[in-house]
């Protein structure tokens, strides 16, 4: 893969989405990183720059899709775009979803990744095409979720499922236009959005491996990263099983003795 030089990422903030631009940052490093939480954003972006990189910040809601065009158009060439920001209900299982929650994550989940990766499709599309044959790279951050509809977070699961669905569909046009698209698919991630969860977590692991296996993913063109395979694994079985029995194997297992 040739050389990463200019780098866009929602959702950088905190999570995967910092320990990618943590991994990224370098000199002659270009970063345009975008959250809701100034402060946080900030901190990660100075830390970017304490190694070299050059970076622009952005809080912006990735929802608002003119806003997100007008961010990433003018952001100038980018070799990579990572569609990285989402939410999950923070509801346990015990209750249905609000309407409010399902749409929120949809929002996000959903429309804030085609509101990331279109305008970054535009972008790449008018970029010349490298000595590795690609005009520019896109990931969207998935998640195992996306394989087994999970009843303590339909909406996450859904969501997620859709993105998975929408970025391998998409790649092998993008790929005849010099662009790749990527789908991410991780396991649990030690990140605020699993703190403090009471619920069995296997194969927990720290953002910033899981940044390293997502960068060598991308590099390596693959369509879809998924990791651990083990649980990727595990849950395409499961989802086999009737819903009834798997309904009742999903439901949450509290950590507590």
Same mark, same amino acid.
């Given at each position: 893969?040739?050389?990463?030089?200019?780098?866009?990422?929602?959702?950088?903030?905190?999570?995967?989405?910092?320990? @990618?631009?943590?991994? @990224?940052?370098?000199?002659? *490093?270009?970063?345009?990183?975008?959250?809701?939480?100034?402060?946080?954003?900030?901190?990660?972006?100075?830390?970017?720059?304490?190694?070299?990189?050059?970076?622009?910040?952005?809080?912006?809601?990735?929802?608002?899709?003119?806003?997100?065009?007008?961010?990433?158009?003018?952001?100038?060439?980018?070799?990579?775009?990572?569609?990285?920001?989402?939410? %999950?209900?923070?509801?346990?299982?015990?209750?249905?979803?609000?309407?409010?929650?399902?749409?929120?994550?949809?929002?996000?989940?959903?429309?804030?990744?085609?509101?990331?990766?279109?305008?970054?499709?535009?972008? *790449?599309?008018?970029?010349?095409?490298? %000595?590795?044959?690609?005009?520019?790279?896109?990931?969207?951050?998935?998640?195992?979720?996306?394989?087994?509809?999970?009843?303590?977070?339909?909406?996450?699961? %859904?969501?997620?499922?859709?993105?998975?669905?929408?970025?391998?569909?998409?790649?092998?046009?993008?790929?005849?236009?010099?662009?790749?698209?990527?789908?991410?698919?991780?396991?649990?991630?030690?990140?605020?959005?699993?703190?403090?969860?009471?619920?069995?977590?296997?194969?927990?692991?720290?953002?910033?491996?899981?940044?390293?296996?997502?960068?060598?993913?991308?590099?390596?063109?693959?369509?879809?990263?998924?990791?651990?395979?083990? @649980?990727?694994? %595990?849950?395409?079985?499961?989802?086999?099983?009737?819903?009834?029995?798997?309904?009742?194997?999903?439901?949450?297992?509290?950590?507590?003795?």
């Amino acid at each position: 893969m040739a050389r990463i030089r200019a780098a866009l990422i929602t959702g950088a903030s905190s999570g995967i989405g910092q320990a @990618l631009a943590l991994a @990224l940052a370098g000199p002659s *490093m270009r970063l345009h990183l975008a959250g809701r939480d100034a402060g946080r954003l900030e901190v990660v972006a100075k830390s970017c720059r304490q190694l070299g990189a050059t970076v622009a910040t952005r809080l912006i809601d990735v929802r608002d899709a003119d806003a997100m065009a007008d961010w990433i158009i003018g952001a100038g060439p980018l070799d990579l775009v990572v569609a990285n920001a989402g939410i %999950a209900p923070g509801t346990d299982g015990s209750a249905p979803e609000s309407p409010g929650q399902s749409r929120a994550v949809f929002g996000t989940n959903m429309e804030g990744v085609l509101n990331t990766v279109l305008p970054a499709m535009q972008v *790449m599309r008018t970029q010349p095409v490298g %000595a590795d044959g690609v005009r520019g790279r896109i990931a969207a951050i998935a998640s195992i979720a996306a394989f087994i509809p999970a009843s303590p977070a339909p909406s996450y699961c %859904a969501s997620k499922a859709a993105v998975d669905s929408w970025m391998v569909a998409t790649a092998r046009s993008s790929r005849a236009q010099g662009i790749r698209l990527t789908s991410v698919c991780p396991g649990f991630i030690r990140t605020p959005m699993t703190e403090g969860k009471r619920r069995w977590m296997p194969g927990l692991m720290a953002p910033d491996r899981a940044a390293r296996i997502i960068l060598r993913g991308i590099a390596a063109g693959r369509v879809r990263v998924a990791f651990p395979w083990w @649980l990727m694994a %595990a849950c395409r079985l499961a989802a086999l099983l009737p819903p009834r029995v798997f309904g009742t194997l999903a439901a949450p297992r509290s950590t507590e003795a």
